[in-house]
Each structure stands twice: as C-alpha cells, then as structure tokens.
C-alpha cells in the first residue's frame, strides 16, 4: 500500500468512527479526488519541521523590509523561537 493509500484508508477509517451511517466507498472516491491534487509526506514522530528555522528567519526578514522597529522583530524572533522548540519535541501517544 502507498503513502496516499495509507492516508486515504487512515481518513475513512476515522470518518468511520465518527459517522457510523456514511457511505464508505462514496467518501473513499470523493477524498481520493481531493487528495490527488496534494503532494503528502508521513512525518515520522519525533521528526522535526526541517525549514522551519529557515521559514522563521524569512519572516523576520520581511518584517525587517517592513520597517518594524528591532525590538519588533526582537520579540517576533523570541517568540518563534519558543513556538519551534515546542514544536519540535517529540510526540508521545498515550
């Protein structure tokens, strides 16, 4: 089974749960279509964002073209910074 396989049994599935009454295949069909306009990739657990550094440094940058005042882009950075360290640690299923 490929990744957009694997995706598409995993959204079913789920809808399943939570709608007991749909139609299985008619939803598998319409989120297939959906999905084949999107490139996936899995992201395995405790894998971290691997631009997001880069994505937090351009943001500061054309910020800087904006002409936000340093302690601006000083608290834009720090807050960032705390977002990327949360969303970097590793997820745990209970």
Avoid: C, W
Avoid at 62 to 86: H, Q, V, W
């Amino acid at each position: 089974m490929n990744l957009g396989e694997q995706i598409l049994s995993d959204l079913v599935a789920a809808l399943k749960e939570l709608y007991s009454n749909i139609e299985v295949e008619n939803t598998k069909n319409k989120l297939a279509t959906v999905l084949s306009e999107y490139y996936i990739q899995r992201v395995e657990l405790g894998e971290v964002h691997p631009d997001l550094e880069d994505k937090i440094q351009f943001f500061i940058a054309a910020k800087r073209l904006e002409g936000l005042s340093s302690i601006t882009l000083d608290n834009y950075l720090l807050e960032l910074s705390m977002f990327a360290d949360i969303v970097k640690k590793k997820a745990e299923r209970n």
